[in-house]
């Protein structure tokens, strides 16, 4: 997911030690995208995924 992010021109934002599990990425245009990492699986859920497709516009 940042592969595709940074490919449509969003940087994450480091937040320091304490963001826990918490990424925001950010874009020139002051679009931000919030987003847990997901745990143990490693793989995101449905309802992230189409929050990033509706947020990008695809």
């Keep these: 997911m ?3 992010l940074r490919y449509f021109g ?3 934002i480091k937040k320091g030690k304490t ?3 918490r990424v925001k ?3 020139d245009e002051n ?5 847990h990492k997901p745990h143990a699986t490693g793989i995101m859920k449905k309802y992230q995924l189409r929050q ?3 947020t990008l516009g695809l």
Aim: aromatic share 16%.
């Design 2 to 4: 940042v592969t595709l």
């Design 10 to 12: 969003f940087e994450e």
């Design 19 to 21: 963001s826990g599990s």
């Design 25 to 27: 990425f950010r874009n």
């Design 31 to 35: 679009i931000s995208i919030y987003m």
């Design 52 to 54: 990033i497709k509706e």
